[in-house]
């Protein structure tokens, strides 16, 4: 199961919010950026009538492996945990989250980054 497309969020002017309002959270192999949702800066404007969620995106540069094909299994694992951890959650209103993995992330496991994963959800008070 793959996060849908609803809750995958693109455009470069929301990562560039992303990165200038948005509240840090780190740990050792990744870090979270959680902001409010502006939602202005999307390609496409949200449908009223759905519910608000959080939007997602997982970031991962080639300093964490040349390969791609590594760096799109890693991606696809974190939307598929996102999509199943985030899918249960009421919100009031729009959030984005934004993951980047540290280099240091290639030697921990999957479990290992989907436990970090976690935690910082937990830590953002985006979980409980």
């Not at 300093?63 to 791609?68: A, F």
């Amino acid at each position: 199961m793959v996060l849908p497309k609803h809750m995958r969020l693109k455009g470069h002017r929301c990562f560039d919010f992303i990165y200038k309002e948005g509240v840090r959270f780190y740990s050792p192999s990744m870090v979270l950026r959680v902001t409010n949702a502006k939602t202005k800066l999307q390609v496409k404007p949200i449908n009223s009538k759905v519910k608000p969620s959080i939007k997602c995106a997982v970031s991962i540069s080639n300093k964490v492996s040349k390969k791609s094909v590594t760096r799109n299994k890693l991606r696809r694992l974190f939307h598929q945990h996102l999509s199943y951890r985030l899918s249960k959650i009421k919100l009031d209103s729009e959030m984005w989250a934004f993951f980047s993995l540290k280099p240091s992330c290639i030697k921990n496991s999957e479990s290992n980054l989907l436990k970090e994963c976690d935690k910082l959800l937990n830590k953002a008070g985006i979980t409980k």
